[in-house]
């Protein structure tokens, strides 16, 4: 009898201290709710919030209007959740850099279905710490600098055939084809035609869904996105299994570096680690660098001035190459101020990335404002980018304002902290090759009107920047009317 009260107490013991941590963390919670009061802001209609506000206007004029009624923090209900709104550089790096811990990424179902869940932008710890290492690795500089002459061949191929159509074009929509090859390139290095092919079929259709309405109904867009996806898998598995056969594993690609990844206790990536984080890499850097490299195109379109100066600087570069027989080479590419600076700026302005998703994991006090568990956190680069205390003038397009850095974490195009794109560097090499070329050797006019943008979700200048292009030595040809 003894022993059996020995035992209740010994277990209610250990049911107190096992509970402790518990309701320290409720209290904790119940402690920071009546310290704290909520930001200001309107949370809107019930169900819908101002999710119908958001879509009915430019997204950017939304957020910009909320900030100049409430402030630099300031809460709102969009998408079905509530939401906490943070457009200064401190509350960006609170919540990507120093309290990263209290956050977490998050993205809808239907988004982690079509990219894979393993893919590392949904996961934080030590899995996502492993795989950004790999990733970063695979895309330093030291190890892109070698497909500088590869990604020239695909700059050259490009340009040649628009020029070659003598079409008007759909600028956008032609870098996005650029942007995979590129993208293949630096995971897979030279890959097989027929896998090739493959795999761009079926991530197009993959692409087409990705924003859809996510209904699996045959016929729909989402539901022709999961059967790709499937397909992909199938295929990647195909070259995963045919790389591993020929135990070619110390490519320093991208997929070279999955395959030869092991950690201290002999885990090595599966099959379906490896598909959904190349997936995602894909996803990450084709939208984002061909929206980049289409604003390039237009802000040089626009000012003749800069042009013929950025032309100046790139013909320095093209003249010493022998007339262009010469190859570009890596630290020719690192010798183009006035160009970085142009697409610097171009990141700035149109802030590609405008704002990213996090959701508070516990109770969060930032500034005597209350952040509750559940909610989403949305730091606002967009309105950083366009605040006149850190870019005087932010409407205007002035590449000299990087002649000097901007104070840190006023200017963040690619993130910040641990989830920031690990493929920046890239991005810009493609740019910088592409520019090169398109001002050494071709001419161009944009067609339509010259203003606009649309959102699919990264902007875009209206329809894609439609434009004609053509050889530096020929004329382009006019539209004739009958």
């Avoid at 802001?41 to 100049?68: A, H």
């Avoid at 970063?136 to 500088?148: C, E, G, R």
């Avoid at 559940?374 to 967009?382: A, H, I, S, Y």
Wanted: glycine share 6%; charged share 20%.
């Amino acid at each position: 009898m003894e022993a059996a009260s020995l035992l209740v107490y010994i277990i209610l013991f250990l049911s107190t201290l096992l509970s402790f941590p518990f309701i320290r963390k409720q209290k904790r919670g119940i402690h920071l709710k009546r310290l704290f009061k909520l930001p200001p802001g309107s949370m809107g209609w019930p169900y819908v919030g101002e999710t119908l506000q958001l879509y009915s206007q430019d997204p950017n004029i939304f957020f910009l209007t909320k900030q100049e009624r409430y402030g630099e923090i300031f809460k709102t209900h969009i998408l079905g959740c509530p939401c906490v709104m943070l457009a200064s550089p401190e509350a960006a790096r609170f919540v990507l850099v120093t309290h990263s811990h209290l956050f977490k990424p998050t993205y809808p179902k239907s988004k982690e279905k079509l990219i894979g869940p393993h893919a590392l932008f949904f996961h934080r710890g030590e899995y996502h710490t492993r795989l950004r290492r790999l990733v970063q690795n695979s895309l330093a500089p030291q190890t892109i600098k070698k497909l500088v002459p590869d990604i020239q061949h695909l700059a050259l191929e490009t340009l040649e055939s628009w020029a070659a159509s003598e079409q008007v074009i759909n600028t956008f929509y032609e870098l996005k084809k650029l942007s995979f090859d590129v993208g293949i390139l630096s995971i897979f290095g030279h890959i097989d035609k027929g896998f090739k092919v493959m795999l761009e079929e079926n991530y197009r259709q993959v692409d087409k869904g990705y924003n859809s309405f996510p209904t699996n109904i045959p016929g729909t867009a989402y539901h022709k996105a999961i059967l790709a996806r499937r397909k992909l898998n199938e295929i990647l598995g195909e070259i995963i299994s045919e790389r591993k056969e020929r135990r070619v594993l110390l490519e320093k690609d991208m997929l070279g570096h999955f395959l030869n990844f092991e950690d201290q206790n002999g885990q090595t990536l599966n099959d379906d680690q490896i598909a959904d984080n190349i997936i995602g890499v894909l996803f990450a850097a084709q939208d984002t660098t061909a929206s980049v490299i289409t604003w390039v195109l237009k802000f040089l379109h626009d000012d003749p001035k800069l042009l013929e100066a950025v032309k100046a600087e790139q013909m320095t570069i093209y003249e010493s190459n022998n007339g262009g027989t010469r190859p570009l080479t890596w630290e020719q590419t690192r010798s183009m101020p006035l160009t970085h600076r142009v697409i610097l700026e171009s990141l700035r302005m149109a802030s590609i990335i405008s704002f990213t998703f996090r959701e508070a994991v516990v109770d969060v006090e930032y500034k005597g404002y209350l952040i509750p568990k559940g909610w989403k956190v949305m730091p606002l680069f967009r309105n950083i980018h366009h605040n006149p205390e850190f870019f005087p003038h932010p409407h205007e397009f002035d590449p000299s304002r990087f002649e000097v850095a901007p104070k840190p974490n006023t200017f963040m195009p690619f993130g910040n902290g641990v989830h920031a794109c690990p493929g920046n560097e890239l991005a810009k090499l493609e740019a910088l090759i592409l520019i090169h070329h398109l001002v050494t050797n071709f001419r161009w006019e944009v067609v339509g009107s010259k203003s606009g943008i649309q959102y699919g979700p990264f902007p875009v200048p209206q329809q894609g920047l439609p434009a004609r292009f053509w050889k530096e030595s020929t004329s382009p040809i006019q539209d004739v009317c009958p």
